[in-house]
């Protein structure tokens, strides 16, 4: 008599079918979490990706180079006279032409003759200390020409006493 009472409950005279219970409220919080974290981390590590990418700096491309004749300078230790005598080569970036730089010697020679001056002989002896002076080098004389014509320095010679 117990099925013809929910049969009776049921409209149109069908059997009701059993009612399930589904997974508790828990569960899907958690897989929906789950989930949620993975889009996540898959989108952040793929912004991040592409900044990473799009901050590194171009390359330059450096084209024709011209030779400087030799610096003689007083470096600026005070304790001790050392000098520095260097021959520099200017390594002009793609695009710009040797005959445009010619015109532009002077000033780049005052620029090197600027920043070599103000250099000490402990400044300039390691070969970190090369590198950060022909970095400070193409900065000044990039300066002082007025645009980025200067991409790299080249020491042909370089001695200090």
Do not use: W
């Amino acid at each position: 008599m117990a099925v013809a009472e929910k049969a009776s409950a049921a409209p149109d005279g069908a059997v009701a079918a059993p009612v399930k219970k589904g997974p508790p409220i828990i569960i899907i919080i958690a897989v929906t979490a789950v989930i949620c974290m993975g889009v996540g981390f898959a989108l952040m590590k793929t912004v991040f990706a592409k900044k990473a990418v799009s901050s590194a700096p171009a390359a330059i491309v450096i084209g024709e180079t011209v030779p400087l004749d030799e610096f003689l300078i007083n470096l600026a230790d005070t304790d001790v006279a050392h000098y520095i005598k260097v021959t520099i080569g200017v390594g002009l970036i793609q695009g710009k032409t040797a005959e445009e730089f010619k015109t532009k010697i002077p000033v780049t020679r005052d620029a090197i003759v600027m920043v070599l001056s103000a250099k000490k002989l402990d400044d300039i002896n390691s070969t970190a200390g090369k590198e950060a002076l022909k970095k400070e080098l193409i900065d000044s004389i990039n300066k002082e020409v007025g645009d980025k014509t200067v991409g790299a320095i080249y020491f042909e010679g370089f001695a200090t006493q």
